[in-house]
């Protein structure tokens, strides 16, 4: 398997344009993580799914963040409008379960995203 | 999430054991202990994990204290590829547990491995 990707690797905008970071998880697995780090505030996690379903959107900063997974090979991360505070990397993990037990969750490269 | 605390960094030299410990001593019954690590600008990896047994595999070996409130991450012979931050992370692993699936991240220990 190819890994968690993400696209872009990189993403430069300017203020007040809509951004979307893009995940296609490890084919078969059915938690997929969407995670934040700057300096000042370390990893954080904004939002994970269950089979394409959101579980817990707790960590999702405001309403200018959104995400979707439209089917199972696919999710969406998206800021509209964009603010230099949202500068970051942003990674995506996916994880498996068996017999109601979760597994360790594999990272991607993550997309490094500035805002000017 | 049971709250873990490491030391901010520590220091190892290339071929010896670095041995990093992790404090949890609120962790609950169904709490994994699990380990990560971040390489400079790369998503962090998996490296081991455990409920109370001794664990260990191809990159590392875990200890885990018999009153589960404390941990060691080893890693046997290190080399410079180690140098990175390493995480340890109390996560709850079963269906219906507060902490399932998710993972909280400290402030992890830098581990650095000079030659």
């Known amino acids: 398997d190819a890994g968690v990707i993400q696209s872009p690797r990189h993403e430069v905008t300017e203020m007040g344009q809509e951004v979307t970071l893009r995940c296609k998880p490890i084919?078969?697995?059915?938690?997929l993580f969407w995670y934040r780090q700057t300096m000042m505030r370390g990893l954080e996690l904004l939002i994970y799914f269950n089979n394409n379903v959101p579980i817990d959107d707790s960590g999702m900063p405001e309403d200018r963040f959104s995400a979707k997974m439209p089917n199972a090979s696919f999710s969406t991360l998206k800021i509209q409008p964009s603010e230099p505070r949202d500068s970051a990397v942003y990674f995506c993990?996916?994880?498996?379960?068996?017999?109601?037990?979760?597994?360790?969750?594999?990272f991607g490269p993550g997309t490094r995203l500035t805002v000017t | 999430d049971a709250k873990t605390t490491q030391p901010t960094s520590m220091d190892c030299a290339e071929g010896r054991a670095a041995n990093l410990p992790c404090n949890h001593s609120t962790i609950s019954g169904n709490e994994y202990v699990y380990w990560y690590r971040q390489i400079h600008s790369q998503g962090p990896q998996y490296i081991i994990h455990?409920?109370?047994n001794n664990e260990t595999n191809e990159m590392a070996s875990l200890i885990i204290t018999e009153d589960r409130k404390s941990s060691t991450l080893i890693l046997p012979h290190a080399t410079l590829r180690d140098t990175a931050v390493y995480y340890c992370i109390a996560q709850g692993a079963y269906a219906g547990g507060t902490s399932y699936g998710k993972l909280t991240f400290g402030q992890g220990t830098i581990l650095t491995v000079h030659p």
């Open positions: 993990a996916s994880s498996g379960t068996s017999g109601g037990r979760s597994y360790e969750q594999y």
């Open positions: 084919s078969g697995h059915d938690y």
């Open positions: 455990g409920l109370k």
